[in-house]
């Protein structure tokens, strides 16, 4: 039967919408206001995922004024008239001459004049910060126990998540009331200076480049298009502290909007704190937005765009959108081409080497939606001949060839993934995307049904009727190509972060009685089942109550580090098949039956991994035993194999996260040796024989290894088939020995300068400090969160908010997860090079001296103890926890002893630590920048410059 929607009453008269038999139980409630609330119960940990939506995007933006609906989403986080507020009457005077300087500022014409009214804004904007406390707002967020607090902008939505202890239900919906009813426009310049940030960096971002060009071209008239999230250039030059508020006031309205919460709360409860809250705020009027119709796409429309990053083509199509038919049948198109394991490009392409890299995606909106596909080459591939080969796979669905149970077993995989949604209580964000989309919610319930009901004669039909000329195809290639104007970096004073000094609404807020939860710990021996066979082979178990879903591993320990060879064999794995199965048909197979399975390493452990639903466990088993003893070597397909990871690593020095997060940072941590320099060469990588990687792969069983199952059937009955179908060899006693990479000391602050045609300059920053040491697990936790990390933490205060340094800072002292490693400090910095100097004095400046910050210090210890309450580990994270904890000498669950030592902290205590592990210590600095632009004399005061040459720090 298909779902269908129905409505109902709650005992105190509040009428709701919901679907027989839902799985996940929504209900779908509309205030008098107009206000949608979505309410979904999960009862298995003892928090709240919580969206508040808005449906009003960058299509709503003025003309005149694009950027809008971005910047807005970044002004709520800067509090109220309440929140923050130290002497809101004066300040609300100064406000409004702020924002008259702003309106003098976009009138102005001469460039004396420009300088003179930015100059007046500079010591108002100073005046100001002494009114109000910068980011007062994340820090009561982080005082009730809030995480992932965070908001992004889309084409028609904007969208605030965060994620809360159950028993801070109210007071957040309090808090989140004043928040959308008298939200403060302040701190404008210093914020104006980080969305300044944020559009510099996307002019860096080749993907992004390509994306925009993409959108543009598929929708010249519609704002999908003739307009990005961030803004047009001319408008960010002409902020308007009053456009922005019209804005506000325009689309922040209770019948524009929705809550969406999923989690552990109780339905009449909930819905009858929401009504009492925000029931009272007027519903606003909702003005139309006049639906742009775009003209056919005649033809392909071929553009090309140049970047640093490595060449790929993507071609693009234009649909109708949300709840249309093309809706539907391009959900299953996009999976039966690209689902990573048995897709026309998963198979055609990718696995037979035609293509380095290719894949789809579908989005959807309210006129229209859009399908992408890209490919990467391979060497000596032409970008023509990767659209040529993704267009080949279209072809085949017009021609019918594709497996005729393709279709029904992509709703399969729906379905497991419905289930898995159940499990992470990720749904809020679907409902988030069923407000904006004004979907019904038997509408999307009935989805998967509806894709089962597709017959292959009506999808060959709808893609020869949609799919013809009718794209546009972007080549990016590498090349240089005239990067935009950037937004110049302004004369900004850095704002007075007073961090003695809280508003009466925190005080308040603090002076309530919270709502505690009993913390609950895991006994690891009584949750996990062990046992061993008779052939001496541990087994951990844990049975799955709540699905038929089952992960099945055998785990090695052995790695990359023991072996070069064995990453390279567990990667061939994938473009091989066996003495019965070809390559393609055993990954058909697979996805048939709803299995995936493999092999992956990492440094010191290897996993051979089975997943899917308990009907074809055995069936799996089956597979994996077979694919593992019967691998087949081909020295055709090896050699593509090694091609093809030949370009990969070309490709990889093209790009500026792996030059940086890669290879420069592996430099600066062990040197010219590491992990990532120590790899096989072309010319070895050449002579291996492919049959010795497969003996490899067939001879794994002989080391010593556990198995871990989590799934519906008990202990016993795993115990039995491991006995009867794991084709154990002898066993012996070690593993081969692990090569062990030596970390650099920190004597001495050095700078290592790698160049790259780029925009913007990105630093990180490493000291190495003591091996591992238990008792500073407590103290890494609570400095990390108050210090490093998260939007109320000191660095992301002083670098973004008080001085708009860098639209990403952060820093950290890490906790190693093996006893032999050692702890570090790590910190980050994005920022334009021509504020390099500026950003990296502030960032030293804070790894020396710690501010008095006892108030957001008191505010990041309350949300740790209150994330550790309502934390439970469970289901298989059970037994990667007691992995992780082993690997560092801990067999309990030490989250207890975290707890109890933090209860106990004192900010004397941090500050101490501080002195004796943070200040005053020797940095490794690492930067990535365009070598025309970065000032080298402003690093030689951090330290030695040496520059690197991609050649040495790749070792290849």
């Known amino acids: 039967m298909p779902f269908k929607i129905n409505t109902d009453k709650d005992q105190a008269g509040f009428v709701f919408e919901y679907v027989m038999n839902d799985p996940y139980g929504l209900r779908i409630y509309t205030l008098k206001n107009g206000l949608k609330v979505y309410l979904s119960k999960n009862n298995e940990k003892p928090r709240i995922k919580s969206r508040i939506i808005v449906r009003a995007g960058s299509v709503n933006d003025p003309e005149d004024s694009t950027g809008m609906a971005h910047y807005l989403e970044h002004m709520m986080f800067k509090g109220t008239s309440s929140i923050g507020a130290l002497d809101y009457e004066n300040e609300k005077i100064q406000l409004n001459e702020l924002s008259d300087l702003y309106e003098d500022l976009n009138r102005a014409e001469s460039e004396k004049e420009k300088n003179e009214i930015l100059e007046k804004i500079d010591i108002l904007s100073v005046s100001l910060s002494t009114k109000a406390i910068p980011g007062e707002l994340d820090r009561i967020y982080t005082h009730i126990g809030a995480r992932y607090t965070n908001a992004y902008t889309g084409f028609e939505e904007t969208v605030y998540k965060n994620d809360i202890p159950n028993g801070e239900l109210e007071r957040w919906l309090e808090i989140e009331k004043d928040r959308f009813t008298n939200s403060i426009l302040r701190f ?118 140049y970047g640093p990053d490595a060449s790929f083509s993507t071609i693009g199509y234009r649909f109708d959108g949300v709840g249309s038919e093309d809706e539907l049948y391009l959900i299953l198109i996009d999976m039966m081409l690209s ?95 069923i407000f904006i989309s004004r979907m019904g919610w038997d509408t999307f ?112 320990d052995i790695g990359r580090n023991h072996s070069k060879k064995l990453a390279l064999a567990a990667a061939y794995l994938n473009y091989i098949g066996t003495s019965l199965y070809s390559p393609s048909r055993l990954q058909q197979e697979c996805f048939r039956l709803g299995l995936e399975m493999g092999v992956n390493t990492d440094s010191n452990r290897t996993y051979i991994f089975l997943f899917g639903r308990d009907r074809y466990f055995e069936k799996g088993v089956d597979l994996l035993e077979h694919l593992i003893s019967r691998a087949k070597a081909d020295k055709k397909i090896y050699k593509k194999f090694i091609k093809g990871i030949l370009k990969k690593r070309k490709d990889a020095k093209l790009s500026k996260r792996t030059i940086l997060n890669g290879a420069m940072y592996a430099w600066g941590k062990y040197g010219s040796d590491s992990p990532f320099t120590d790899i096989l060469s072309a010319s070895e990588l ?57 970390e650099l000391e920190s004597h001495t602050n050095r700078v290592f300068f790698v160049n790259y045609d780029m925009a913007q300059a990105e630093v990180l920053l490493i000291s ?55 702890h570090y400090i790590h910190a980050f910095i994005g920022t334009q090079v021509n504020k390099l100097e500026d950003a990296l004095g502030a960032m030293f400046g ?57 209860k106990r902290m ?51």
């Open 906 to 956: 004192t900010f004397e205590e941090v500050k101490d630590f501080f002195a004796s592990n943070i200040k005053g210590k020797k940095f490794t600095v690492l930067v990535l920048g365009n070598r025309k632009e970065i000032d080298f004399e402003s690093l030689e005061n951090y330290g030695e410059v040496t520059e690197l040459k991609l050649k040495d720090i790749f070792n290849y």
């Open 846 to 902: 804070l790894m020396n001296d710690i501010p008095e910050a006892e108030i957001s210090f008191e505010a990041a210890k309350e949300s740790i103890l209150k994330n550790l309450e309502t934390e439970r580990i469970m289901n298989n994270e059970l037994f990667w926890t007691y992995l992780e904890n082993n690997d560092i000498g801990i067999h309990h669950d030490y989250r207890e002893d975290l707890y109890n030592r933090i």
């Open 339 to 433: 689902n990573s394991q048995a897709g026309l490009f998963d198979l055609n392409l990718v696995q037979n080497q035609k293509l380095l890299e290719a894949g789809t995606s579908f989005s959807s909106c309210r006129d229209y939606s859009w399908f992408l596909m890209y490919g990467l080459p391979r060497n000596n591939q032409t970008l023509d001949n990767v659209a040529v080969l993704l267009l080949e796979q279209i072809e085949k669905l017009k021609q019918g060839d594709f497996e005729d149970w393709m279709i029904d077993s992509v709703a399969n995989y729906f379905e497991i993934s419905r289930i898995q949604d159940l499990e992470s209580n990720m749904i809020a964000d679907t409902f988030s995307d």
């Open 445 to 556: 319930l009935n989805r998967i049904e509806n894709i089962r009901s597709i017959n292959k004669e009506n999808l060959v039909n709808f893609v020869r009727t949609k799919f013809k000329d009718n794209f546009v195809l972007i080549q990016k290639k590498k090349g240089k190509e005239k990067i935009p104007e950037l937004m110049e970096k302004p004369s900004l004073s850095p704002l007075k972060i007073q961090y003695g000094e809280e508003s009466d609404f925190y005080k308040k807020l603090k002076n309530q009685k919270s709502v505690r939860i009993r913390p609950e710990f895991v006994d690891f021996d009584k949750a996990i089942i062990k046992k061993t066979t008779s052939q001496g082979l541990i087994i951990n178990t844990i049975e799955n109550k709540a699905n038929d879903l089952f992960e099945f591993q055998y785990i090695f």
């Open 188 to 305: 404008f310049p210093t914020e104006l200076e980080v969305v300044y940030e944020e559009y510099n960096q996307e002019q860096d971002d080749d993907f992004q480049k390509v994306s925009n060009l993409l959108m543009s071209s598929l929708f010249p008239e519609h704002p999908y298009g003739s307009r990005t999230i961030l803004g047009k250039g001319e408008h960010l030059k002409k902020p308007s502290l009053k456009k922005l508020k019209e804005f506000q006031e325009k689309w922040y309205v209770p019948s524009n909007m929705a809550i969406a919460i999923s989690g552990d709360l109780q339905f009449d409860k909930t819905i009858d704190l929401i009504n009492r809250i925000w029931g009272d705020i007027p519903p606003g009027t909702i003005p139309d937005l006049e639906k742009i119709t775009e003209e056919e796409i005649h033809g392909p429309i071929k553009k090309t765009i």
């Open 768 to 822: 190495k400090q003591r091996k591992f040491q238990e008792e500073l697990i407590a103290m890494a936790y609570v400095f990390n969160e108050f210090y490093g990390s998260g939007m109320n933490s000191i660095v992301f205060q002083e670098i973004r908010e008080a001085r708009g340094l860098a639209y990403s800072a952060y820093s950290a002292f890490t906790t190693p997860g093996r006893l032999d490693k050692s």
């Open 686 to 742: 050449k002579s291996i024989s492919p049959f010795e990687l497969t003996s490899i792969i067939k001879d794994f069983y002989r080391y010593k290894h556990r198995v871990f199952y989590y799934g519906p059937r008990k202990c016993r009955n795993i115990d039995a088939i491991v006995e009867q179908r794991h084709r154990m060899n002898n066993l012996p006693d070690s593993p081969p020995k692990e090569k062990l990479y030596k």
